[in-house]
């Protein structure tokens, strides 16, 4: 799952940095953040409603 700042999350969740795995928690339907050293490319997320294995 590959995700960039700017763009609307689609599913709630933690985003983690691709550079740095700094992570910013972001709604679902809200814009994603660059991260806290601000990098705009994030791999991973983590911490989603309803999934369990995350």
């Given amino acids: 799952m590959a995700a960039h700042a700017g763009e609307k999350a689609q ?26 050293n601000g990098h705009g490319d994030f791999e991973t997320r983590t911490k989603e409603p309803g999934n369990k294995s995350s």
């Fill in 11 to 36: 599913k709630t969740g933690d985003f983690h940095c691709a550079k740095c795995s700094e992570k910013v928690h972001v709604q679902q339907g809200h814009t994603i953040p660059k991260c806290p």
